[in-house]
């Protein structure tokens, strides 16, 4: 940030104006001069990046003066929305450089997933003074865990993952208000596929499941913030992420309400272990009272840090 504040990152249009020769654009979208505000608030590449963390970053005049920008920005800011600033500046520069020197790929989701991952972090890490959650190696489980839903609504928690070597998983797991579980559903396929397509198709496995068992009222919960934004924002497109929330809007119409929620991944840890259900077997597997042990034991746990 102090790199940051006094014009000192070593973005191209700074290089070039201490060398000459060096061209100064923007290795990634080459239309401007890489400048310290450009590599983290004009550059096209992030607009999915901002607005997936849930900062607006754009409103300012004058704005080329990185200094004026941040502080003018952080000023009007609470402390999580600083920490939230602060951590994606820091993980777009650390993309942007693995991309130009490593040739890595770009993905918004990814970052936006870090941003999340690293802020709840250390959300975790200043709420536990104590150093308690860290010794017990479940960090958060103190608090903001997994919540029940209200009288006569089903939380469905999903999730997906990818096993090295065998394919990806999705999971979904259905709790009714006392936070006991009505039934597991997870499907794994070889191969490999997009993050966040994965996702939305957990997700979508999850409504499915629902819909067959003729549930009503759902809260549908993901730890995928950019799938559960778009739904949120009813996006329509046609990537093919669109076609599966086509699909998506399509199943909801036939429940009373639907609610998709965005949680983060340590309370949606049960979705993870059913997405991840062992023995790997490729197709369907679906639970209800014949529930493996390990499942109940993390649904227990859930409800305990409520
Ligand atoms: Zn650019």
């Known amino acids: 940030m102090w790199q940051l504040c006094n014009n ?5 249009a700074n290089i070039a104006a201490r060398l000459r020769g060096v061209d100064c ?3 990634r979208c080459h239309f401007e001069a890489e400048s310290c505000v450009h590599v983290l608030r004009d550059c096209g590449w ?15 005049v004058g704005g080329g003066n990185v200094r004026e920008w941040v502080e003018l920005l952080i ?6 929305e600083r920490v939230m600033f602060m951590t994606t500046c820091w993980v777009i520069w650390e993309q942007r ?31 536990d003074k104590a150093g308690a959650a860290r010794e017990r190696g479940v960090c958060g489980r103190s608090f903001g865990g997994w919540v029940r839903p209200g009288a006569g609504v089903w939380k469905i928690n999903v999730d997906a993952g990818v096993k090295k070597g065998l394919g990806v998983g999705m999971g979904a797991v259905c709790r009714d208000e006392q936070g006991g579980v009505a039934w597991a559903v997870a499907v794994q396929e070889e191969g490999g596929r997009d993050v966040a397509m994965t996702e939305a198709e957990a997700l979508y496995l999850g409504l499915k499941e629902a819909r067959r068992l003729g549930l009503r009222n759902i809260i549908i919960e993901s730890d995928c913030l950019i799938v559960v934004t778009d739904l ?7 990537s093919d992420i669109c076609l599966i929330y086509d699909d998506i809007f399509r199943i909801s119409l036939f429940f009373e309400s639907v609610v998709f929620t965005y949680t983060s991944r340590l309370s949606n840890s049960l979705a993870h272990k059913v997405a991840h259900a062992v023995p790997w077997s490729i197709g369907r597997q679906f639970w209800t ?13 859930d409800l305990s840090n409520i």
């Open 25 to 27: 654009s923007c290795p």
């Open 75 to 80: 000023r009007d800011m609470g402390e999580k």
């Open 8 to 12: 000192a990152l070593p973005v191209k």
């Open 232 to 238: 949120q924002k009813n996006k329509k497109g046609r």
């Open 97 to 127: 450089s693995k991309m130009v020197f490593d040739g890595r790929g770009w993905s918004c989701e990814a970052i936006v997933r870090r941003v999340m991952d690293i802020s709840w972090e250390m959300q975790c890490c200043q709420e």
């Open 46 to 60: 992030n607009d999915d990046v901002w607005e997936g963390v849930g900062l607006d970053v754009q409103g300012m």
């Open 289 to 301: 009272d014949d529930l493996p042990l390990f499942f109940v034991n993390i649904a227990a746990l």
